[in-house]
Antibody, heavy 118, light 107 residues
């Protein structure tokens, strides 16, 4: 059973850096794409970006200048940092895993979500 | 970026009803579309992928259809647990955009 558990600071001041980590338990860590998605309170879902096992990333262009994703294959976890946050970055942040080995699409497995308030 | 437009934005229906939501893409995305259900305070739950493939464990009253730019999610015989918000997401081209959602409410 694949489980994703995420953690990070929940309250930030403007201009600080948001940092979140998602740990993966069960299943294979290699071969999948690992994704971050966010949802402002009362609003819809926004795709932030993904990273694969090799460390190759794809970012939402609207966040790219402030965004860094990394992966730790030794410990089966991946991370998100978003610099210079503003109130517009207040959201529930989710991590997720792609459905198929070797493919980036579709998210069957999700973390529990982490509310970050700026 | 590919835009996804869902309609309606909200819908009121009764238990036992059949409902259909639509998702229109701003360009051809073949069948690279997913549907998710989200309940308050919870992560989204994958219902349909590749536009029409039912995810494991999802009741057969859910079905997806469409290809190209026009897609639909149909729920036959609504159950109380189906009242939630539904999102489509395209996986044809980065960035993997979401529709704005359709909120299904009890009439």
């Amino acid at each position: 059973q694949v489980q994703l558990r995420q953690w990070g600071a929940g309250l930030l001041k403007p201009s600080e850096t948001l940092s979140l980590t998602c740990a993966v338990y069960g299943g294979s860590f290699s071969g999948y794409y690992w994704t971050w998605i966010r949802q402002p309170p009362g609003k819809g879902l926004e795709w932030i970006g993904d990273i694969n096992y090799s460390g190759s990333t794809n970012y939402n262009p609207s966040l790219k200048s402030r965004l860094t994703m990394s992966i730790d294959t030794s410990n089966d976890h991946f991370s998100l940092t978003l610099a210079s946050v503003t109130a517009a970055d207040t959201a529930v942040y989710y991590c997720a895993r792609s459905l198929r080995y070797g493919s980036s699409g579709y998210y069957r497995h999700w973390g529990q979500g982490a509310l970050v308030t700026v | 970026a590919i835009q996804l437009t869902q309609s309606p934005s909200s819908l009121s229906a009764s238990v036992g009803d059949r409902v259909t939501f639509t998702c229109r893409a701003s360009q051809d995305i073949s069948s690279a579309l997913a549907w998710y259900q989200q309940k308050p305070g919870k992560a989204p739950n994958l219902l349909i992928y590749d536009a029409s493939i039912l995810e494991d464990g999802v009741p057969s009253r859910f079905s997806g259809s469409g290809r190209g730019t026009d897609f639909a999610l149909t729920i036959t015989s609504l159950q109380p647990e189906d009242f939630a918000t539904y999102y489509c997401q395209q996986f044809h081209t980065y960035l993997y955009s979401f529709g704005q959602g359709t909120k299904l409410e009890i009439k």
